[in-house]
DNA sequence: CGCCGGATTGAAGGTACTCAATCCGTGTGG
DNA sequence: CCACACGGATTGAGTACCTTCAATCCGGCG
């Protein structure tokens, strides 16, 4: 049986590729193709992790369903948190330069993830340009993430940092099709705190300030963006 | 003529590609094929940009000789230098992700460089898996070091940072065969500042500081480490 | 209902920043 | 050849911001 259209959108739909299929354009024969990836989708609960520092490198992920944290660690016991990752997106991609994981992946929520065997990646993208290319394009995005960051750890006021982790946010959500100013947080103050170099007291404090100027409305884990604008302006301001 | 086992090396260090070849193991054909990249060798002025932000992607670049700062910018002019890089290392990754470069790069020092046009290295890498997987490893190195300084910036205290900072540099001259004791610094207290996320003045106060204790010997830019230890043992405690 | 972990809020303290003066090394011009 | 000028580096004093420590609150779950 040929796959139809509807069998390519189901195909990568299946995994909920977004960052690995839907921008590749890749004609039926390539699609085809893809079952040589022979993805593993395993379930997750929240706590688990997908992976920790030291394990053998098999497979990137691509989230299929939930959300992870990464974080790497120190010898004191100090963490960072480096992301939070959520459905479509591609994670593990630390563990090709040593064969080992540097950091560490654990699931916000109960999620499910497609394992993709990374020898057999790279064999296909030697035989699909157009998903070479996009791999590259996946790792150079996370590079560019990561600079980001590093930007706002290195050079912004703690409310900045808070604005700039919302707006992030929000555009995730917007680019899935749900609402940019309603969303529920699916880590810790004590995340947020860690991923932005800040304690947890000083991230609450930032969204019970945002909340008197009547820029956010917050409940807990509950958030509503009331004004994106002064959001943006918060950032490029220190006010 | 056939390339014997010299040329070959003479061909790889030609460019100094000690990221990109050497830890590959090519066969002959292979090390011949990658004439086919067309290496372009430019040299830059100390101060000159090798790429901006907003420039058209056409190659990555394989530092041959000098060293170069890269930072990313925000619009209200505050800036964040992502990392110092010296010869043998590959920059300008960050423009795959959207055929365009997100941050900037210039020369700390009069450097050369070897521009690899990247629609060519994807096509050798198609035919070539070893150089494939060394690629994936350069651009996963890069993560991961960005990772590491998210660490860094988010959970270490100024002279904790510091102390990073200077090992990290011994550790790389070490790998070039130079002294991982005494070397000179390429950048300004102020481009170190912007790395770590400091001022220059707290930059210049933990040299001072380490002067003080008998760690270090400064002056200026000319650096020698007394004490490797106490300089490793200052990362892990506050003291 | 009562517990528990996470979140909020307050007050006090410390680390790094800001502002400013001085120093030093390099390069330039008299 | 020396004097001067200039940018970068050092050092000091006062301040701001974030952290620390601690108390309280809130929401979900047994």
Redesign the pocket.
């Known amino acids: 049986m040929p796959p139809s259209s509807s069998a390519r959108l189901s195909n990568c739909s299946t995994c909920n590729l977004a960052e690995l299929c839907l921008p590749v354009g890749l004609t039926d024969e390539e699609m085809q193709r893809l079952d040589e990836l022979n993805m593993q989708k395993r379930s997750y609960a929240r706590g688990d992790y997908l992976y920790r520092g030291g394990d053998k490198f098999r497979a990137v992920f691509a989230i299929n369903r939930g959300a992870f944290k990464t974080r790497v660690l120190h010898e004191d016991g100090r963490e960072q948190v480096t992301g939070f990752q959520m459905a479509g997106e591609i994670i593990g991609l630390d563990a090709i330069s040593t064969d080992m994981h540097d950091g560490e992946a654990l699931a916000l929520e109960d999620s499910v993830v497609c394992e993709l065997p990374f020898h057999r990646l790279e064999a296909l993208s030697r035989d699909i340009p157009s998903l070479q290319r996009h791999f590259h394009r996946i790792m150079s995005r996370e590079i560019v993430r990561d600079q980001g960051i590093m930007l706002l750890l290195g050079s912004m006021?703690?409310?900045e940092r808070v604005a700039a982790f919302l707006l992030t946010l929000s555009q995730r959500y917007a680019a899935r099709g749900l609402s940019p100013t309603q969303f529920q947080l699916s880590m810790?103050?004590?995340d947020i705190?860690s991923y932005l170099?800040?304690?947890?007291?000083?991230?609450?404090?930032a969204?019970?300030n945002f909340q008197e100027k009547g820029i956010i409305a917050?409940?807990?884990?509950s958030i509503e963006i009331l004004d994106l604008a002064l959001l943006q302006a918060g950032i490029n301001s220190?006010c």
């Open positions: 006021r703690s409310e810790s103050r004590q705190g170099g800040l304690k947890l007291e000083t991230v609450s404090r969204f019970s917050v409940r807990t884990r220190s």
